[in-house]
């Protein structure tokens, strides 16, 4: 039987662990965004007790900010699995997921008390079982509520107290236990709490794929899939298929090139039946099914997202 998780948290796990590597090497983005992230938070679990002592020291925030589907929530998951090996001869790091959704602030004050207590108990004593702490805070923006916009119909008191909480919280936390990262993600950065922006280290921008991540993307999935069926190497070495295919998806989202590329398994009968079968006019049909039926990056044009339709 699984032990019951704190409130709030959504996962519990102790890194690093061979079965979270993956992620990390499956998002590409372009220039050394990912080694100095990597660099920022093993900075901070190496040395936070000694960066404590400094006049302005770091607050342990980093912000992963972009469109949906640009690999954020992967990227933070292979982040705390590679800081955690990175760190690893000095000891584990507890890796918490926190529900951001966990604290519905309909009844007055008690999500501020629930937040509260995530922060000043909850992850005071999970720190206190290893000598790293990562937090990862999946879209934030649920939780610090940008207080300047935040609607006046909805309880704003309690939005406002929540936000608090959290930045009371976070400041808590960095005085209590300074080899802590805490990792957030959002979709809508203008939404997010400004002294919460102030209070980050270190914000990475995942932009759509440009031209030479796209076909990454493409080339990944189909290694992916070589791994499992070898005779669908006739498609991974298609290299003019790839090009075109690479052009059709041009502009849309990470999740939505995996998932155009997961459509050529259904281009055909023969190829669901087995996917060895796959050939590269596969990959350009799915992506032409793709690029007519959704302009990038604009499901709102059907009202679906594009794997409702496949
Ligand atoms: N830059 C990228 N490189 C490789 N894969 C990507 C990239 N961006 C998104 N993906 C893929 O898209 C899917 C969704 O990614 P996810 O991390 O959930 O995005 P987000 O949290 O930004 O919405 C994952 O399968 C991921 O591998
Ligand atoms: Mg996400």
Do not use: Y
């Not at 955690?84 to 790091?93: M, Q």
């Not at 005779?231 to 991974?236: G, K, N, T």
């Not at 995996?258 to 596969?282: H, W």
């Amino acid at each position: 039987m699984t032990p019951r998780l704190p409130q709030g948290v959504l996962g519990l796990h102790a890194l690093p662990a061979d079965h979270h590597e993956g992620p990390w090497d499956s998002i590409f983005v372009p220039g050394d965004l990912k080694d100095r992230l990597l660099r920022h938070c093993v900075l901070v679990l190496r040395h936070g007790r000694r960066l404590a002592q400094l006049a302005g020291p770091p607050h342990g925030l980093v912000l992963l900010a972009g469109p949906p589907g640009t690999g954020k929530s992967t990227l933070a998951q292979g982040l705390a699995q590679r800081a955690a090996l990175a760190v690893s001869d000095l000891g584990a790091t507890t890796f918490v997921e926190i529900d951001p959704h966990a604290f519905p602030s309909d009844m007055l004050g008690e999500s501020q008390r629930a937040v509260s207590r995530l922060f000043h108990e909850t992850l005071p004593e999970l720190a206190a079982r290893r000598p790293h702490l990562i937090v990862l805070v999946d879209e934030v923006e649920a939780l610090a509520v940008k207080r300047s916009t935040a609607s006046f119909e909805t309880n704003p008191v309690d939005v406002h107290r929540a936000t608090d909480a959290v930045l009371a919280g976070v400041d808590a936390l960095r005085s209590s236990c300074p080899r802590t990262i805490v990792v957030t993600t959002t979709n809508f950065p203008a939404a997010v709490d400004d002294a919460l922006l102030s209070r980050t280290d270190f914000v990475a921008h995942l932009d759509l794929p440009d031209d030479r991540t796209v076909r990454r993307i493409i080339e990944h999935s189909l290694a992916e899939i070589t791994a499992v069926w070898p005779a669908a190497s006739a498609a991974r070495t298609d290299i003019a298929a790839i090009d075109e295919a690479a052009g059709l998806l041009r502009g849309f989202d990470g999740r939505q090139i995996r998932k155009a590329v997961l459509a050529a398994l259904i281009a055909r009968d023969e190829v669901a039946v087995d996917p060895g079968q796959l050939t590269g006019q596969d990959i350009v049909t799915a992506a032409r099914t793709v690029a007519t039926r959704n302009s990038p990056n604009n499901t709102a044009a059907t009202g679906l997202p594009d794997h409702a339709t496949v």
